[in-house]
């Protein structure tokens, strides 16, 4: 395969143009950089009468594959009027993770582009099995979409955890700042920063409510201290101060509000394994996914955005 670095846009299995589509074209002319469509398919049923009727279900696979392909290469044209260089292909492929896989090891992709559906009446997001084992195990950074008002993003939120303490977490926050710049930079999009927190859980955690009066001076201390190394960070990265946001509170339900009264397209989060567990690494981030009110762009420790 080539060995030019691309972005790569995982197409649903239905023929219908999606929200991920528009996203995909506008980053790849934000980035520069060539986009490769590749849709999976699997029908059981076609795979089970194949067993059967051998022949015949071949050609029917072989129909439908074809009329695929044919729908990919005319959304692909569409975006080359675009300026966009698109390449495009169909996978008939049962368990598509270790396809995906595949392309990691062969192809040099900067970003995984695919969308996550919404379920608007619960006002949430649902994630296949792809998405949650692309978000926990694939090394490339994952942009999940859910709606492109704008498909080139104009606000983009950067997610923090100055609660890091091993070197290896506090680059890990860099890797967060710097992939949400280096995306705003890009599409000439406004960065905002945020860390939120949440007292209370820390308290309840180490001490317990039935002593806080006790020690809210403790806490107020530790707070401020949060708030240095988070004004830290930001002054290190180029932030300016009125695109820091130091907020206190829960951190799902402040996160979400944030991104919804700021109008953010997408947050840049880190997600790490839980090793020993099927999960991600902290409930905030595991629940952030399903409700934040925009796309998600997932960032692996080590893996920086690539443009």
Not at 68 to 90: D, I, N, T
Not at 151 to 163: H, K, S, Y
Not at 198 to 215: K, R, S
Not at 260 to 275: F, K, L, R
Request: charged share 20%.
């Amino acid at each position: 395969m080539s060995q030019t670095q691309r972005l790569m846009l995982i197409a649903p299995p239905a023929m219908t143009r999606t929200p991920a589509f528009d996203r995909a074209a506008a980053l790849a002319l934000a980035m520069q950089l060539p986009l490769h469509i590749v849709a999976f398919d699997y029908l059981q049923a076609l795979a089970v009468a194949g067993l059967f009727a051998p022949e015949q279900i071949s050609l029917a696979r072989d129909g439908y594959l074809h009329t695929h392909r044919q729908w990919l290469v005319e959304q692909a044209e569409l975006m080359s009027k675009q300026g966009v260089e698109v390449s495009s292909e169909v996978v008939w492929v049962q368990h598509p993770y270790e396809e995906v896989l595949h392309y990691v090891n062969e192809m040099p992709l900067a970003l995984i582009i695919k969308d996550a559906q919404e379920e608007s009446a619960l006002k949430r997001v649902f994630f296949t099995p792809l998405d949650w084992q692309l978000l926990r195990d694939c090394p490339v950074p994952v942009h999940l979409v859910t709606n492109a008002l704008h498909p080139r993003p104009r606000n983009v939120l950067a997610i923090v955890d100055v609660l890091r303490s091993e070197e290896q977490d506090h680059v890990f926050n860099d890797q967060i700042i710097d992939a949400a710049a280096k995306l705003a930079a890009l599409c000439d999009a406004r960065l905002k920063l945020v860390h939120v927190f949440d007292w209370t859980a820390i308290y309840a955690q180490d001490i317990g409510f039935g002593a806080l009066p006790m020690a809210t001076g403790i806490y107020e201390a530790l707070g401020a201290a949060q708030h240095e190394t988070f004004a830290a960070i930001a002054e290190r990265h180029g932030v300016p101060p009125q695109d820091r946001h130091f907020i206190e509170g829960a951190p799902l339900t402040s996160i979400c509000d944030f991104a919804a009264e700021h109008h953010t397209d997408i947050i840049v989060m880190g997600t790490v394994q839980h090793y020993g567990l099927n999960k991600l690494l902290g409930t905030t981030a595991e629940q952030l996914l399903h409700r934040a009110p925009c796309s998600v762009l997932a960032i692996k420790p080590g893996r920086a955005l690539q443009s």
